[in-house]
């Protein structure tokens, strides 16, 4: 299920180009990299993110992969935490 894009409040939708919901051994060292304990993440998480901006969601705001919003994304877009798809048309 996804949410309207307006409801996001937790900052700016992101575009990733995948979501996952398994904390894999590969993840595992991205996240230990990044200086975040794995057993501490909210999943899914977001790989690879840029933010969309909120004048562009839903005025044709495009996102080629997976737009969600997450609760946090202060690791420069490489992972974004705790992320629920959007719906940009809304």
Do not use: F, K, R
């Not at 590969?26 to 933010?51: D, H, Q």
């Amino acid at each position: 299920a996804t949410e309207p894009a307006s409801q996001c409040n937790t900052g700016p939708v992101q575009c990733c180009d995948s979501t996952t919901s398994a904390i894999t051994p590969s993840l595992t060292t991205l996240l230990t990299s990044l200086g975040i304990s794995a057993s501490s993440v909210a999943v899914p998480i977001g790989l690879t993110c840029t933010p969309i901006s909120v004048v562009g969601v839903g005025s044709g705001a495009t996102c080629n992969a997976e737009p969600v919003c997450c609760e946090n994304n202060n690791y420069q877009g490489v992972v974004a935490l705790g992320c629920s798809p959007v719906n940009l048309a809304l």
